[in-house]
């Protein structure tokens, strides 16, 4: 939203409506020196009974070490939840006050933070704000916060150099409201958009605008990635239950029109043009053509119905086509992870199917700016206690039943390589790779300070891995994982950023059949009692008990995740 601000005016006229931004003005006489702060208001999106709100205030009083913003509506609006200060209602009367990691406000800096509220009849902004008991005003356009900069959508080898991510609000007030969990209430996350009604919000939460919106408060003058998970394909996840969509298997016509267009719509608006979108496109997908298909012992009819009737290369290459014509959208389609196309019978095969869905419907491989891996698992990032061309008693590492013939042990080289593969089927040089770090940290008491024993090369590679689920197949809400690497940007040779493309805390799936209205199924591999299948080796699932419906918040494996995060926390 573009802000309005009225700096020679004594009081301001307020209309409501769908949109709306308040600023307290100061009289015309007062000089900018004499400002104590300034305050931005901003309805970023409103509906009937609701809406969501962003605000920014500026300090240009003495530093402070703690901070408390307080307004009063006109009428009945009530703050219902709330990201990066803690909030309190008496009435009409409302007092945001600082999180504990943001609580420093120097002079001339700002912090932001936003709200969800309800409200009944009109929603008239609020005409005046304190800081710390001081009235706040706006100056004349020199002291204040700044528009955003638009940008020019100029498109980058990196996204992600050079610039903040984008820190989702309410996976933030999430995780902020998690015992410890403000340590990484700050960290950026993937937005899922998950099913159709996912554009225009869930049960009153952002939908995509709001949160492009609240991307360019975060922005402000500087660069942002918005990272952005494309999740509804027909038939999706055709070898998984738990995240089974809300589309059949023929309706690729409803993902094109009724999904792909209206986001593609949006982030083409000029508006967002500042912003460097990333876009992960439909995980859990495309590997599934080559190794859940056929005569494959882990083959489902789901799995060869997709690959009969093309609907996934269909989707995924729709999906690059029209969002790659977004000169500031970076698609990085989902490539698996070691443990799925590691081996030398996935490997090639799927690095082909990929080209093929990146050169249908319209779409060319310069619509791919990389492939991202390990979306939503647990595979370690490096394995450093013993290496793929070991030999322990005449036995090779890749005999072992952990790595099983494998190539890889670890995720970072497994996407090194790969990419290279990519390369060689057509992909463009210059695409990078990304790696979803948020959950496969495996630190705590548990984590192997060195190598195993060198009895058998079973002893050797199970003492020594970090990586310590039962079998490298399983991917349900993993027992004993933590949070890995930090976001951060080129922290590799290929690769382009360490990403939480998954939020941490967020379900993979619930752990027995619970009735939901979102599609999602119950997978046996999310139950703890559950045995397995040819997938994983027929072992235990290894999942954490009580778990909720996918994508719920599940604040068990959240306060699991941070109590074995490597690095600690």
């Known amino acids: 939203m573009s802000r309005t601000r009225t700096a020679i005016l004594a009081a301001m006229a307020l209309v409501a409506g769908a949109t709306g931004a308040a600023v307290?003005?100061?009289?015309?006489?007062?000089?900018?020196?004499?400002?104590?702060?300034?305050?931005?208001?901003?309805?970023?999106?409103?509906?009937?009974?609701?809406?969501?709100?962003?605000?920014?205030?500026?300090?240009?009083?003495?530093?402070?070490?703690?901070?408390?913003?307080?307004?009063?509506?006109?009428?009945?609006?009530?703050?219902?939840?709330?990201?990066?200060?803690?909030?309190?209602?008496?009435?009409?009367?409302?007092?945001?006050?600082?999180e504990s990691y943001n609580g420093t406000l120097a002079t001339g800096s700002?912090?932001?933070?936003?709200?969800?509220?309800?409200?009944?009849?009109?929603n008239a902004l609020p005409t005046s704000f304190t800081l710390d008991g001081v009235t706040c005003n706006v100056d004349d356009?020199?002291?204040?916060?700044?528009?955003?900069?638009?940008?020019?959508?100029t498109r980058v080898d990196n996204p992600y150099t050079g610039a903040q991510v984008y820190v989702n609000p309410e996976w933030s007030a999430k995780a902020a409201a998690e015992t410890g969990g403000s340590r990484i209430s700050n960290q950026p996350t993937g937005v899922w958009l998950d099913r159709t009604a996912a554009i225009n919000g869930v049960n009153g939460g952002m939908g995509l605008r709001a949160h492009l919106d609240a991307a360019l408060q975060q922005k402000g003058t500087g660069e942002l990635v918005i990272q952005l998970v494309i999740y509804n394909l027909p038939g999706r996840d055709c070898a998984a239950l738990a995240s089974n969509g809300e589309l059949g298997p023929t309706e690729i016509d409803t993902y094109k029109t009724q999904y792909i267009d209206p986001i593609a719509a949006i982030l083409a608006d000029t508006k967002y043009a500042g912003l460097r979108i990333v876009t992960t496109v439909e995980i859990d997908s495309l590997p599934n053509l080559v190794t859940n298909t056929g005569s494959r012992p882990t083959a489902t009819p789901a799995c060869d119905v997709m690959k009969a009737?093309?609907?996934?290369?269909?989707?995924?290459?729709?999906?690059?086509?029209?969002?790659?014509?977004?000169?500031?959208?970076?698609?990085?389609?989902?490539?698996?992870?070691?443990?799925?196309?590691?081996?030398?019978?996935?490997?090639?095969?799927?690095?082909?199917?990929?080209?093929?869905?990146?050169?249908?419907?319209?779409?060319?491989?310069?619509?791919?700016?990389?492939?991202?891996?390990?979306?939503?698992?647990?595979?370690?990032?490096?394995?450093?206690?013993?290496?793929?061309?070991?030999?322990?008693?005449?036995?090779?590492?890749?005999?072992?039943?952990?790595?099983?013939?494998?190539?890889?042990?670890?995720?970072?080289?497994?996407?090194q390589a790969f990419r290279n593969q990519l390369v060689t089927v057509g992909f463009p040089s210059t695409i990078g790779m990304l790696i979803d770090t948020s959950r496969n940290g495996w630190g705590g008491a548990a984590r192997p300070a060195g190598p195993g024993a060198t009895t058998t090369v079973d002893t050797y590679v199970d003492g020594g891995r970090y990586d310590r689920r039962i079998h490298v197949g399983n991917w349900c809400n993993q027992s004993g994982a933590g949070l890995g690497e930090r976001?951060?940007?080129?922290?590799?040779?290929?690769?382009?950023?360490?990403?939480?493309?998954?939020?941490?805390?967020?379900?993979?799936?619930s752990s027995s059949a619970i009735p939901n209205d979102e599609g999602k199924g119950f997978d046996q591999m999310c139950d703890p009692t559950y045995t397995g299948n040819p997938r994983n080796g027929n072992n235990l699932s290894g999942a954490l008990p009580n778990s909720p419906?996918?994508?719920?918040?599940?604040?068990?494996?959240?306060?699991e995740l941070m109590r074995n995060a490597y690095p600690a926390l």
């Open 549 to 559: 419906v996918s994508g719920h918040w599940f604040s068990a494996q959240f306060q």
């Open 110 to 122: 700002s912090v932001s933070f936003g709200f969800n509220g309800s409200y009944s009849g009109t």
């Open 141 to 153: 356009g020199g002291g204040g916060p700044t528009d955003p900069d638009p940008g020019t959508g």
């Open 24 to 98: 307290a003005a100061a009289p015309a006489d007062i000089g900018i020196a004499a400002i104590p702060c300034t305050v931005d208001y901003n309805v970023q999106n409103q509906w009937s009974t609701g809406f969501t709100a962003a605000v920014t205030v500026t300090n240009n009083s003495a530093a402070k070490s703690s901070w408390a913003v307080k307004w009063s509506y006109a009428g009945n609006q009530q703050v219902t939840s709330g990201w990066n200060a803690k909030f309190a209602q008496s009435g009409t009367a409302v007092t945001a006050s600082n």
């Open 309 to 415: 009737n093309g609907n996934y290369v269909k989707g995924v290459g729709y999906a690059l086509n029209k969002l790659g014509d977004v000169p500031n959208v970076y698609n990085y389609v989902d490539a698996g992870h070691h443990g799925w196309i590691g081996w030398d019978d996935n490997f090639g095969p799927s690095a082909d199917v990929f080209k093929q869905a990146a050169t249908a419907e319209g779409a060319t491989v310069n619509d791919v700016h990389g492939f991202i891996t390990n979306t939503a698992n647990y595979s370690a990032l490096k394995e450093n206690n013993f290496t793929i061309n070991d030999t322990v008693a005449g036995k090779s590492v890749r005999e072992s039943k952990w790595v099983d013939w494998n190539r890889y042990t670890d995720e970072l080289s497994f996407a």
């Open 487 to 509: 976001p951060q940007a080129a922290p590799a040779t290929g690769i382009d950023a360490y990403v939480w493309m998954k939020p941490p805390g967020e379900s993979d799936g």
